[in-house]
Nanobody, 119 residues
Framework: QVHLVESGGGLVQAGGSLRLSCAAS????????MGWYRQTPGKQRELVAI???????NYADSVKGRFTISRDFANNTVYLQMNSLKPEDTAVYYC?????????????WGQGTQVTVSS
């Protein structure tokens, strides 16, 4: 069973930094693509950043240049380093793992961690 546990959220002032962590278990982490998403009340969950099994990355335009996604294959952990935080970054952040089986992609999610940025 895939299990994802996020940590590192909290309250930070605008311009500050946070690092989110996601510990993965129950899957072959090294061959799956990982991502971070975020969601606020009344809005759809949006993609923040992705990292493939090969290490390539992509970011939402709103966070490009400020956030960095990385993964530690030895410890089955994916990180999101968030710098120059803005109040509009306030959201619940979710870790995501994609598994492709029999030609179908399945999504697995962590419980979420709250990030609040004060102005």
């Amino acid at each position: 069973q895939v299990h994802l546990v996020e940590s590192g959220g909290g309250l930070v002032q605008a311009g500050g930094s946070l690092r989110l962590s996601c510990a993965a278990s129950g899957s072959i982490f090294s061959i799956n693509n990982m991502g971070w998403y975020r969601q606020t009340p009344g809005k759809q969950r949006e993609l923040v950043a992705i990292i493939t099994s090969g290490g390539s990355t992509n970011y939402a335009d709103s966070v490009k240049g400020r956030f960095t996604i990385s993964r530690d294959f030895a410890n089955n952990t994916v990180y999101l380093q968030m710098n120059s935080l803005k109040p509009e970054d306030t959201a619940v952040y979710y870790c995501n793992e994609k598994q492709r089986r029999m030609g179908v992609t399945y999504d697995y999610w962590g419980q979420g961690t709250q990030v609040t940025v004060s102005s």
